[in-house]
């Protein structure tokens, strides 16, 4: 009995502890509620949006590491190069990029820009133009060429540096501007005379450039390399994306300044106006390494009808009214009718009446006109600019609805210009594009 009554309470005392255990899991051991934190997250393609108006494109953690860095490193990389030049404008011009907060975060930007004006101080007495056959530069007339040429190479890189700090600050697009620097001042690094040889090999000083920006230490480094070098390379024709866009227009409104300056200059004295007689010679021309595709061009004028094919859209209308003269435009058409150049014919007459100008004649003529009105705007576009569909269009339209000179059953109205087989006694018949008159 009495056994029995501890056995009893042994397993009350062992029931009661498991209860007890159990109750204290319960207690303390219950899973406590999950808490949800909400995280705001943001692509940084969005991030980029808020210095970048144009948005898109690929943001690196790098292009951000500037709004961390710390700023004694920055200084002491800054040290390490001091900059001297020769020429006063150099080194103001140098001074103001130090001073600027735009390259405060763009060491490397800075840098680079300090050794382009080293290489320009040392070089950049030079003309800042260039007399080549196959260059735009080198189908200005003669008046124009010896006015610009009276602006140094380094004066007229600082020129189009000053234009491109003016454009951007006043668009608020201030994080561009020092990479639009490096582009404005190596823009006509290919006239320096040390490139001449590789520039009477190509022809065009835009293309050449590129040499002796990629001998620059730094530059290969920059992170927007190529969209500089596309910059310059069509800085006289279509550039895409901001920073050609801006060195073309900076690079027009430098050459507008200059052009100014050197009338002023003549009409108060301060310079001896342009040679009448300047010193006999043709200009110079490098080998036409282009022959090949340019008779083709020439032949069938396949340059413009290709800009014609891939552009369906219509061109803008221009303000032309600054520097057109209809009377004069039509008097400068006459020498080209009938006409050899070289082996074709670049306009000719039909016994119906109708006079066809290959397109290339109204562009070449509308530019020497604008040249010679000082619209540099005009003169300096490149032979496959697509700004000039817009200027063609334009004269086009104001010969057709104020002289009724353009043949309007020929071609459609919203065109300066259509496609016409040409047959000849001899040869194959070709396909060209004309503007019928």
């Known amino acids: 009995m009495l056994a029995s009554s501890s056995i009893v309470i042994a397993l009350f005392g062992l029931a009661f502890v ?22 705001n997250q943001i692509t940084l393609e969005e991030l980029a949006k ?31 190069e001091k900059f001297q030049f020769q020429s006063p404008r150099a080194t103001a011009f140098m001074e103001q990029i130090n001073k600027g907060p735009c390259f405060k975060k763009f060491p490397e930007q800075k840098a680079v820009c300090g050794r382009i004006l080293q290489l320009l101080d040392r070089e950049g007495g030079c003309p800042s133009v260039v007399d080549l056959k196959n260059d735009v530069e080198g189908n200005w007339d003669e008046n124009t060429f010896q006015l610009l040429g009276r602006t140094t190479l380094l004066d007229h890189s600082i020129n189009v540096a000053e234009q491109v700090a003016q454009l951007l600050s006043d668009a608020d697009d201030w994080h561009i501007i020092p990479d639009t620097m490096v582009a404005a001042l190596g823009h006509d690094l290919g006239k320096l005379t040390s490139m001449r040889s590789y520039l009477y090999s190509t022809g065009e000083h835009p293309l050449v450039a590129g040499r002796p920006l990629a001998g ?14 596309q910059a310059i390379k069509l800085h006289h024709k279509k550039p895409q994306g901001l920073i050609g866009r801006t060195l073309k227009t900076a690079d027009q409104k430098a050459r507008q300044q200059e052009l100014e300056e050197a009338v002023q200059k003549i009409e108060t004295g301060a310079a001896d106006p342009v040679s009448e007689n300047p ?38 209308l221009v303000d032309i009214s600054g520097w057109f003269d209809a009377a004069g435009f039509l008097e400068e058409l006459k020498p080209y009718i009938n006409k050899m150049f070289g082996r074709r014919f670049l306009a000719f007459s039909m016994a119906d009446g109708y006079v066809y100008f290959q397109t290339k004649v109204l562009e070449e ?16 576009m490149g032979k496959r600019d697509e700004s000039m569909r817009g200027v063609l269009l334009t004269i086009v339209n104001h010969l057709r609805a104020d002289h009724d000179v353009i043949a309007r059953g020929l071609i459609k109205e919203s065109y300066f210009g259509g496609y016409f087989n040409v047959t000849r006694k001899i040869g194959k018949p070709m396909k060209g594009y004309y503007t019928p008159f």
Not at 52 to 80: M, N, Y
Not at 279 to 306: C, H, L, M, R, S
Not at 365 to 380: L, Y
């Open 365 to 380: 003529v509308a530019r020497k006109m604008a040249e010679r009105a000082g619209n540099m705007e005009i003169a300096t």
């Open 18 to 39: 498991l209860a007890l255990v159990a109750a204290t899991i319960l207690v303390f051991g219950r899973e406590k509620p999950q808490e949800f934190v909400v995280i």
């Open 216 to 229: 620059i230490a730094g530059f290969n480094e920059l992170r927007r390399k190529d969209e500089i070098l």
């Open 279 to 316: 010193v006999p010679g043709e200009k110079q021309t490098g080998p036409d390494n282009t022959a090949a595709w340019q008779a083709q061009e020439d032949i069938y004028n396949q340059d413009q009808a290709d800009r014609e094919k891939t552009k369906g859209e219509k061109p803008e």
């Open 50 to 80: 808020l210095w970048e108006k144009k948005g898109g494109g690929t943001i690196h953690l790098k292009q951000l590491s500037p709004l961390w860095r710390d700023e004694k490193v920055i200084a002491r990389e800054e040290e390490k």
